[in-house]
């Protein structure tokens, strides 16, 4: 089994102080920091750019996993690479040519990934993942933090995990959306290795605490 993650994702934290919160997630346990970038097209929300995570970088030695929702992510790509993500990944719908994309990513020395929202079949991805460093699987709607979790997404996590075995490829299952101790369980035994969680982490009374239980799940 792969090694289990957690990535806590920045749309949670005081915007006021994204430095600080990059620093303790460094501080309490996590694996990565999780980054939601949004254009008030492909969803409503507007987030931030890559002058943000090049804000964050200094201040953590995290990779920074970076999900675009945004439309044509071709155009953004280089700059997040410049500003020191270490993983992009982004919506297939978005792209005309998502094949290009991901190699593209990889040559800028990322890690490359899709993500497949509630309603984006598996099929999507069968003829992507083999230029895939990871898979994103969102168990909510995207655009917004503090939903719950849609359980279909366990049936969707089986199915890609399915499919890495019977491609014979290695690369991870993410997960992000209404992720907590119990979903986190879930997920787990779906196949998923990358939990992202937002107020499960930064709404916790001890974030170390929270990263830990989040990952205890593998147990």
Known sequence: MKKVLVAPSLLSADFAAMGEAAARLAQAGADVVHCDIMDGSFVPAITFGAQMVAAV?????????VHLMVEAPERHVEAFAAAGADWITFHPEACRHPH?????????????GI??????????AEYLVEACDLVLLMSVNPGAGGQSFLPDTLRKARAV???????????????DGGINVDTARQAIDAGVNVLVAGNAVFGAPDMAQAIAAIRGGSK
Not at 57 to 65: A, E
Not at 100 to 112: D, E, H, P, T
């Open 115 to 124: 993500v497949l929202n509630p309603g984006t079949p598996v099929a999507v």
């Open 57 to 65: 970088r200094p201040k953590s030695d995290l990779p920074i996993d």
């Open 100 to 112: 290009r994309l991901l190699q593209s990513i990889r040559a800028l020395g990322c890690k490359a």
């Open 161 to 175: 995990a399915a499919l890495r075995e019977a491609l014979s490829l290695a690369f991870d299952i993410e997960i």
